[in-house]
């Protein structure tokens, strides 16, 4: 039997073969998994996805399984104290920043009613079903994710530059950016 084609990155041990064939591209629209994608991607910035899926569940023992009010009320000692987590990522300014946005993200859910709401607004609440055919086709950003950054900024959102931005919009199905070739792509198209 022919094994499955798979995106080029999914190649990289078996986390990320599951991430890959379980999780990314599916539409999301829980609050609390948004809001932890949302982090998660932050906390990625200069390192590899793989890393960040590798210390994702002492995260989510961290950070109350990114219970958006309970890490809103973090205070600093408790930050410190994840800061000598070696199942963290421990830098300081993503770790502030973790907090800042479960901030952010609670005035975005009292102004749009759900953090789903706000953060699909900017692909119409639809996912948009690319066609790539080669990995160099898929981009790094595009003007949406340009537009979310800037928005999720301007409400204080950290870390959420146009390309976390877009990276995030892939993870959690907003684009579905699965190679034609991929079995998950056809797969994907067809979730909402």
């Excluded at 999301?28 to 990625?44: N, S, T, Y």
Aim: charged content about 25%; glycine content about 6%; aromatic content about 10%.
């Amino acid at each position: 039997m022919a094994s499955r084609i798979r995106c080029h990155w999914a190649a990289d041990g078996e986390l990320m073969q599951n991430y890959h064939d379980t999780e990314w591209g599916v539409p999301l629209h829980d609050d609390q998994v948004l809001f932890e994608f949302l982090c998660l991607e932050g906390a990625q910035a200069g390192l590899s996805w793989r890393t960040v899926l590798h210390k994702r569940d002492n995260y989510r023992k961290a950070f109350h399984d990114f219970d958006i009010a309970r890490v809103a009320a973090m205070k600093d000692r408790d930050l410190e104290k994840l800061l000598l987590d070696p199942g963290l990522i421990r830098n300081r300014l993503k770790m502030t920043a973790t907090r800042d946005n479960a901030k952010a993200s609670l005035a975005a859910i009292d102004e749009h009613g759900s953090l789903d709401a706000y953060l699909w607004s900017f692909v119409g609440g639809k996912p948009v079903h690319n066609r790539w055919r080669t990995r160099s086709e898929v981009p790094a950003s595009t003007h949406v994710s340009d537009q979310m950054s800037k928005d999720l900024k301007k409400r204080g959102f950290r870390f959420i530059g146009t390309t976390i931005c877009y990276a995030f919009m892939q993870a959690t199905g907003m684009v579905n950016d699965h190679l034609v070739e991929c079995f998950r792509h056809k797969a994907c198209a067809s979730k909402h």
